[in-house]
């Protein structure tokens, strides 16, 4: 090959070479993409279930709510201390906690395993209505929560 010869592959192993780079960058930065954003959800997962389990629990250490008055309520007899506030805050945490419930299910997809098994177990936890019952309960929730990052990590180391 004489000097010429050279002259007309340069540009050709010129725009070889910008494709390859191109489709490497496009890659890497589609993998990084995802990564980052299965991270984010992995976290919103993650702070759904504390965030439900903690709210649950708080609803479940309020007062029980007063007993419904039989006949005509007297107006000499007073109110329970802090009934109206504990009614306030039972009625605005169980609005939270449907919220985080749904949201919960709408990250989740029922096609996984570990998925199906932490909404499956959110269920049993929300129906618990006493503290002392809801120790089990709230284990299988971790322990649902945990498989699902678990796994998704695994799918994040393995690209």
Request: net charge positive.
């Amino acid at each position: 090959m004489n000097g010429e010869d050279w002259w007309r592959v340069l540009p050709v192993l010129s725009a070889l070479a910008s494709i390859v780079s191109a489709v490497l960058v496009y890659r890497f930065t589609h993998r990084h993409s995802i990564r980052s954003n299965t991270e984010r959800w992995l976290d919103c997962v993650r702070d759904d279930v504390a965030e439900l389990v903690a709210v649950h629990v708080m609803i479940l250490r309020l007062p029980p709510p007063a007993p419904p008055q039989l006949g005509k309520a007297s107006p000499k007899a007073p109110a329970r201390a802090g009934d109206e506030g504990a009614a306030k805050l039972r009625l605005e945490w169980g609005k939270q906690r449907e919220m985080l419930q749904v949201r919960l299910r709408l990250r989740l997809t029922k096609r996984t395993h570990h998925h199906r098994r932490l909404i499956n177990a959110v269920g049993p936890f929300l129906t618990c209505r006493s503290e002392k019952d809801i120790e089990p309960a709230r284990e299988e929730v971790e322990e649902a929560a945990c498989a699902v990052v678990g796994e998704t990590w695994g799918r994040i180391k393995r690209g």
